[in-house]
């Protein structure tokens, strides 16, 4: 069954609209959970660690203000795209690993397409 | 810094026959993991397999099983007795430390095709 559950999965909304999508560790604790964006036809880029309890980790040319993250349990991270626009229209997924030494599961993703 | 490199864009096997995806690494971490991810079109990724650099036995799960030399630095998936449920994009990832709990770094991916 899921390990990583992750909604909505599927988001249309208009431009200037600040979109929250939710990813949840089943079952187990992730202190460490991972966001990934994949344009069309493309590999997954990690966009930020999340850290529960503490600042988010962002990758190189990610901004944190329009991606912000928020881990404020031990099993749920929200990422929310601020102020949408088409350009920001990807695959966004999410991962967590049930401990050290276990393999990263991920959600089923979201699909973004900002109009 | 690592990467991985995915050098088939896409691949074709015909069902029930072999098939391997190649993957090569590049690090300069003393001890990592590699995985392979299967990827269909709906999206989701789903785990294959893993290897963790220290082991000395090649990784097998049913009809996937990894091909790892480390001397070349290749950790090539094998998909045994293919079937048309196969068919997906394929993700090679590597993580900085064994186990996977760390970030991980993906190829560009192969999509494989089987055929009836």
């Known amino acids: 069954g899921a390990v990583v559950s992750q909604h909505p999965s599927r988001v249309i909304c208009k431009s200037g609209t600040s979109v929250k999508i939710e990813c949840r560790s089943l079952d187990f604790q992730a202190t460490t959970m991972f966001w990934y964006r994949q344009f069309p036809k493309k590999s997954l880029m990690l966009m930020a660690t999340?850290?529960?309890?503490?600042?988010?980790?962002?990758e190189q040319g990610v901004e944190k203000d329009k991606f912000l993250i928020n881990h404020a349990s031990l099993t749920l991270s929200t990422l929310t795209v601020t102020s949408a626009h088409p350009e920001d229209s990807s695959f966004y997924i999410c991962s967590a690993a049930r401990g050290v030494g276990q393999p990263q599961h991920f959600g089923d993703g979201t699909r973004l397409s900002i109009l | 810094a690592q990467k991985i490199t995915q050098t088939q864009p896409g691949m074709f096997v015909q069902e029930k026959e072999a098939v391997t995806l190649d993957c090569t690494y590049d690090?300069?971490?003393?001890?990592?993991?590699l995985f392979w991810y299967k990827q269909p079109s709906s999206g989701e990724m789903i785990f294959l397999i893993y290897?963790?650099?220290?082991?000395?036995q090649n990784a097998t799960e049913g009809r996937y099983s990894l091909n790892f030399q480390k001397a070349r630095k290749s950790a090539n998936l094998v998909i045994s007795a293919s079937q048309l449920g196969d068919s997906a994009m394929y993700f090679c990832a590597m993580s900085p430390r064994p186990g996977g709990s760390e970030k991980l770094v993906f190829g560009k991916g192969t999509k494989l095709t089987v055929n009836p």
């Open positions: 290897q963790g650099s220290y082991d000395q």
């Open positions: 999340s850290n529960e309890g503490s600042k988010a980790t962002y």
């Open positions: 690090t300069s971490d003393p001890s990592y993991g």
